[in-house]
């Protein structure tokens, strides 16, 4: 491998989505997607096209969408899956096929009940079908790093003979190390005789913190695609951040001589639109996309600072597309002020978007003097999100204080219809969640957490809430923002619902 282009492959939408508690409908898909683009992925994992109708139609939509990224599905290795996969990526202009198998010992005996002569067999014949149907096939050796190396080899020559263009090796359970993982890779470029005409990939889970390290490690071995994703999201303790690769890649290219086509201004605007769809909020103390992550508060670093930003910072806030903050909005400010701030903070509405947002930034401004960017973030992420869920709050009334028993009215649009009901509770909280219970009945399902947080500080400042459920093993995290926390409680919950109802039309497959 002589290049020094990484190609990113980013599964924000198929890893990332089977993070516990998060799910995306189809417009939530399209808008990262879009985002993604922007971004400058070269490959969108779109899904898992078999398993759901609604993954199948979001691989489809992506597909059809992307202008220039190459669009995949993922596949297991037969042909229901991979024909599944090839129908939904048919609109794509650069369509691939991500098929898998595992390759370790305890994989093939536990899972699949095969035979290692069996594995070999399943990748010579999964590639072959999936290159009758596309030209670009990647194909992955599931818990790579615990298999054998005699045979992992013997399997990577199989899938590249077969016409595989991609060999992915994931640390699907996240027990690599940088040394390890390194030394897999150069093994394995070394050992396998057509290992030329492949590109490496890796696939890293962060079980132990180690996901971009190990990452990092494989590039330096050969690797020249990196799976990952926006704020590092996916199953378990999440993949490799896509932010953090690449900033890695750029302020120290000194010792990391390598290049993405990621544009790192767009990275906040990815980080915040991937949290307020999934309703994952980033950690302050995250790198590069935590709030603090720019934040100096010792007296020390902060009169360094003020001598010159170097002594104190590696990298500038502008440079990850963070807007300096300055003009603080209020109740006079008009439509091009508003215009011009959604601008800068990343945001580009459709005009009925933006008139909703306007609407609410006004009722916001009479309710609370100075407006902040981040109560703009909250409130268009809250009204442009939740714009497409089938359930909406639209009226709440609450009654409840230290005489009598709570009361809640609560009026609800369900697919378009208005619904109005009526419950009482031990507190206000709870006579507004059994009124929801009311309406849309969903007795399978059980509040896990319930937390509240104010955007800025100030006692007229907005709440946000989140809200767990479980149904079934399943969960759905939603969020609302208002500066009555009981509406936006009311709304965190039914954003909640709605998630839920997304989950409940998906089977439970899952790689
Ligand atoms: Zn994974």
New binding site residues.
């Given amino acids: 491998m002589t290049t020094d282009r990484i190609l990113i492959f980013d ?1 924000t939408l198929r ?1 990332g989505e ?1 993070s516990p508690g998060c799910s995306m409908n189809l417009e939530e898909k399209l808008r990262v997607a879009a985002q993604l683009e922007a971004l400058g992925v070269d490959i969108i994992e779109a899904g898992f096209a078999i398993a759901s109708e609604g993954d199948f139609e979001a691989v489809e939509a992506v597909a059809r969408q992307a202008e220039r990224a190459i669009v995949a599905s993922l596949a297991r290795a037969n042909r229901a899956d991979i024909e599944r996969a090839a129908q939904a990526l048919k609109p794509a202009r650069r369509p691939r096929i991500h098929t898998f198998i595992a390759t370790s010992p305890l994989h093939m005996k536990v899972k699949l009940g095969k035979s290692p002569e069996e594995v070999l067999e399943a990748i010579r014949e999964s590639v072959t079908f999936a290159r009758n149907l596309v030209e670009d096939v990647e194909w992955s050796a599931e818990d790579a790093t615990r298999s054998e190396p005699d045979f992992l080899a013997r399997a990577i020559e199989t899938a590249i003979r077969a016409g595989a263009s991609t060999i992915n090796l ?1 640390d ?1 359970v996240g027990y690599a190390t940088p040394e390890t993982y390194g030394a897999l890779f150069r093994d394995m470029l070394n050992r396998v005789p057509n290992a030329d005409k492949a590109i490496f990939s890796t ?1 890293c ?1 962060n079980d132990l913190g180690l996901a971009v390290a190990n990452t990092l490690a494989a590039v330096m071995a050969g690797a020249r695609q990196v ?1 990952s994703t926006v704020n590092g999201i ?2 378990r303790a999440g ?1 490799a951040a896509v932010e953090e690769i690449a900033m890695a890649l750029r302020v120290r290219h000194d010792v990391l001589p390598f290049r993405t086509g990621i544009v790192t201004t767009e990275i906040t605007r990815a980080s915040r639109l991937v949290s307020a769809v999934t309703g994952m909020q980033v950690q302050p103390n995250k790198a590069i996309v935590g709030a603090n992550a720019f934040a100096h508060e010792s007296g020390i670093h902060q009169d360094g600072m003020l001598k010159d930003a170097a002594t104190y910072e590696i990298m500038t806030p502008e440079s990850v597309g963070q807007a300096q903050s300055s003009l603080v909005l209020g109740k006079h400010s008009g439509r091009a002020a508003f215009r011009d701030k959604l601008a800068q903070l990343g945001y580009s509405l459709a005009d009925n978007e933006f008139a909703d947002a306007f609407r609410r930034f006004k009722d916001l401004a009479d309710a609370k003097k100075q407006v902040f960017d981040e109560d703009i973030i909250a409130l268009v992420d809250d009204e442009v999100l939740r714009g497409h869920d089938r359930i909406q709050v639209s009226e709440v009334e609450v009654y409840c204080g230290s005489t009598g028993q709570a009361r809640a009215i609560l009026t609800l649009s369900v697919d378009g219809e208005e619904k109005m009901a009526a419950a009482k509770g031990t507190g206000p909280v709870d006579a507004l969640f059994k009124a929801v219970r009311a309406i849309v009945p969903h007795p399978e399902a059980h509040l896990l957490r319930y937390e509240v947080a104010a955007v800025t500080a100030g006692t007229d400042a907005q709440a946000e809430v989140s809200v767990v459920l479980g149904e079934a093993g399943r969960t759905a995290r939603g969020v609302g923002a208002h500066t009555d926390t009981l509406v936006a409680s009311a709304r965190a919950y039914v954003n909640a619902l709605n998630k839920l109802l997304v989950k409940r039309g998906r089977s439970a497959l899952a ?1």
Avoid: C, R
Wanted: no cysteine.
């Fill in positions: 599964t890893d089977q994931p699907t696939h889970h799976e996916g199953e993949n790689a």
